[in-house]
């Protein structure tokens, strides 16, 4: 079964082509970064434009790399939400518009439920296990039961983790996306340079707080005057704010997976692309005994299309 998949859910314009659920034959993401990386975030009637421009060049390179037309496709998946309205509206109209004219079967996919099955587009992963979706816009802790049996165990309070990145690069001047700079200068830095708070750490629930921990960051900022704030220290700080975001995460996902019994864990989102989290996640797993599954970066950001076409698979 040949599958196209459309996404325009935030600011990047996706479409791929897999075979029988889990074979990506080709995967097109055109990106927006510079279009938006001046005004420090994603501005959404820019997105939407820009999807407009791109989605016919992108879905055309797609089947082109697949070697396939339209008529090797068997059905359409688009990304339904959620996401910005603006940019949503243009993957889905093109989605319906190819499916209709093609007579194709059409399935709207939910966005973080891509995220939770992109994990097992890079290999088989156990289920029952506790995933954490961790982007820009969600920082989820789900038990996994099986294929469409999710339970939220807990999500973010207040920021995503990604929009902590995002909003800390902002206030040090890093440029947007955030989190791929402070990862970068944190790998030079001394991560107990600065004591940072670990919001909600203690609490056994499963939910998160980020906006303290930025406020901790602002206040620090302010008090050590941001243009002393170079070289050395900058890399210090990237670390010192990165290790508390890491270690909330990794501790609360590994305590859930104990509480609930679970032997796999799996993280996706943007975030799951940072060095830190992937390594102290892999080493408190197998200090815990929980197998720990990190797709590759490029199946963890919001636009990657694979993990929708496995789950329209899944469907039919
Ligand atoms: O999943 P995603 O591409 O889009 C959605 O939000 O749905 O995630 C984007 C987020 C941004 O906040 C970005 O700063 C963050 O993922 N991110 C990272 C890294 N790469 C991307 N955060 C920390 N470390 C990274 N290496």
Sequence with gaps: ?????????????????????????SNVISSQEAYHAKYGGIVPEIASRRHQENIIPVVGEALERAQFTLDNIDGIAVTMGPGLAGSLLVGLNVAKALAYSRSLPLVGVNHLEGHLLAPHLAGEVPMPNVTLVVSGGHTNLYHVEGIGKYRLLGGTRDDAAGEAFDKVAKMLELGYPGGIVIDRLAAEGDSEAIKFPRPMLKDKGHEFSFSGLKTAVRNHIVREGLETIKDERLNNLAASFQEAVVEILVEKTIRAALKLGVKALAVSGGV?????????????????????????????????????????????
């Design 1 to 25: 079964m040949i599958i196209l998949g459309i996404e325009t859910s935030c600011d990047d314009t996706a479409a791929a082509v897999l075979r029988d659920g889990k074979d990506i034959v």
């Design 272 to 316: 799951a692309c940072n060095s830190r989290l992937r390594a102290h996640m892999q080493a408190r797993g197998a200090q815990s005994g929980i197998e720990v599954f990190l797709p590759p970066p490029v199946l963890c950001t919001g636009f990657s299309m694979e993990r929708m076409i496995m789950h329209l698979e899944l469907q039919f």
